[in-house]
């Protein structure tokens, strides 16, 4: 051998690269054969690698579409095959490869506060997997800023995810969307409040209920329906006429951004109780209705869910009675007689005693009794009420 010869054969040596477990080689596609397989040439090292199917970074079916003898692919030695001292074949991987940069992106972003994005691919016991690329975990403490008892409504959707843990060696991938749900929450609440003004009216949900009303969900933001303005009618608890999740129409009655409190209503954007009032009963009819309050002037009595009528103390029994509660209880059921009707003003007049049968002893007496009374101090017996108490209750109002 001449000594150029043998310098060339020196410098073809000397450019033969060993192949080390980890190193990151390009791999010129020699054949495929049936067990779907690539055989490469690894590029400067002289030696072979077999690329099995499963880390291939396409489907086994589309293998024949995508690789072309002559192909250059980069690749990632996994492990050598076989004990040749000439260096042998290895087992190589493309999709390992992929998956190497994938975590590389990932903890450039880690380090650097970023957050990613990620669609959620699975519902697992104790949270949600995510393609990132890599695989990723969402504990369920961590998809978002409230409690959540079904995370199926998760899958498929992509989420913005915080960085909590990363160990690419172990492939642990730990995210969270909690942080970015309650900040999306926290902007769509600004948002909201700052739109909202006393007198609006919404549709909402029903997000949960307390004994002292219900909290309505506007959309990202949460009011409060106090139990006093669920319904007209009285609400002992708002669990009995309410459920988590009902839609209800709400309206506005004030917005307190520094408090960050919302006061709604569901009975204001109802009929009102006296609408029609007249179309509902006139002067004559008989009604039932349940005692809710006693004065000492006399006994209201709901007619109506909402609307309560007046029996005066003198329109409760023929006979002389100091205080309505000597014969009346609060949540008794009566019936009464209409005496007067007064939508306009709200007043409803009843007589119970109009339906009981008076006393023959009384009926000589009050024969020789006018008819209505001239002094404002007493009741006029057709309305049963007197000027004091139509009076009194505008005062009240």
Not at 59 to 69: I, R
Not at 107 to 125: L, M, R, Y
Not at 178 to 189: G, N, P, Q
Request: hydrophobic residues 40%; charged residues 30%.
């Amino acid at each position: 051998m001449s000594e150029s010869e043998n310098k060339d054969l020196l410098e073809a040596l000397n450019s033969v690269k060993p192949v080390k477990i980890g190193d990151v080689v390009k791999g010129e596609v020699l054949a495929l054969d049936d067990s779907k397989q690539v055989i490469v040439g690894i590029e400067g090292t002289g030696v072979e690698g077999v690329v099995p199917a499963r880390e291939l970074s396409i489907k086994a079916e589309e293998l024949e579409e995508q690789v072309k003898v002559g192909d250059v692919i980069d690749l990632v030695v996994i492990s050598k095959i076989g004990s040749d001292k000439e260096g042998g074949s290895f087992l190589l991987s493309q999709r390992r490869l992929e998956a190497r940069k994938v975590w590389d992106e990932i903890e450039q972003k880690f380090e650097a506060g970023e957050n990613i994005t990620a669609p959620v691919t699975q519902v697992v016991k104790g949270g949600l997997v995510v393609d990132a690329g890599v695989r990723g975990f969402i504990p369920a403490s961590m998809v978002s800023d409230h409690f959540v008892e079904d995370l199926s409504q998760f899958k498929g959707q992509t989420l913005e995810l915080k960085i909590v843990e990363i160990e690419p060696s172990e492939n642990r991938l730990i995210l969270s969307h909690k942080e970015v749900a309650h900040a999306e929450r926290e902007a769509k609440r600004q948002e909201i409040m700052s739109d909202l003004a006393a007198g609006d009216v919404l549709e909402g949900k029903v997000a949960r209920l307390t004994n002292f009303g219900a909290f309505v969900d506007l959309g990202g933001v949460d009011g409060l329906v106090h139990v006093s303005e669920i319904s007209y009618e009285r609400v002992g608890k708002p669990s009995d006429v309410l459920k988590v999740g009902q839609d209800v129409k709400v309206k506005v009655l004030s917005v307190d951004p520094e408090r960050d409190r919302i006061s709604l209503s569901i009975k204001q954007t109802l009929p009102q109780p006296w609408d029609n009032i007249n179309e509902k009963v006139a002067e004559g009819d008989i009604v039932e209705g349940t005692v809710k309050r006693l004065t000492s002037f006399g006994a209201f009595v709901e007619v109506f869910p909402g609307v309560e009528g007046l029996v005066h103390i003198s329109q409760i029994s023929h006979k002389h009675i100091a205080t309505p509660n000597e014969v009346l209880t609060s949540g008794e059921s009566v019936k009464a007689k209409v005496l007067n009707v007064d939508g306009e003003n709200h007043r409803l007049a009843l007589s119970i005693k109009a339906l009981q049968e008076k006393p023959a002893a009384d009926s000589k007496e009050t024969s020789h009794k006018p008819s209505k009374n001239t002094s404002n101090d007493f009741p006029d017996e057709e309305t049963g009420f007197t000027l004091g108490d139509i009076i009194g209750q505008d005062l009240k109002k």
